[in-house]
């Protein structure tokens, strides 16, 4: 593993113990909202980039070969700002969460909204985002709102095709 994704997965793993979190994709969403606008900036190309490469830090796209030196300073310093401000990090990230979710009524589904959700699987308990766009889409289907994390999803299919 590259230093690059070794720090890159330390913050991640970070985060997600901070909040309780353990979807990736979420993980990153929030904690993106809570950064100034020009360091959010570069940690939404890192992040982006980060998807797009294999472990040991070799892009897939080929348009990277190597992971910029800054990139892995830049990411160790938010690591050691978010050690250094846990709690106002927490807390922060912790009212973005509360903020997104919607408050289910029993044995209802959530309306739909225009903006993005997060949803705690019922599987596995983890928390996953339901984007605006995958809320218009299950609409036009008339489908129901997911209630399991992709994972799971993929799980019940095997087990229970239909
Ligand atoms: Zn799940």
Redesign the pocket.
Known sequence: MSKFTDVYNTLETYLKSLVGMQDSKSIWKVYLQILPPDIQASTKTINHYRNAIDGHGTSVLGTMPTVPDEWVIFLQGQLNWVKKNEEEVKQKMLAIINSTQTTKPQNQYPQFQEADQIIT??????Q?YFTAGEQRFYKEKGLNIPK??K???AKRNVKDPK
């Open positions: 699987c019922q599987g596995c308990g983890s996953f399991y994390c994972t799971c999803r």
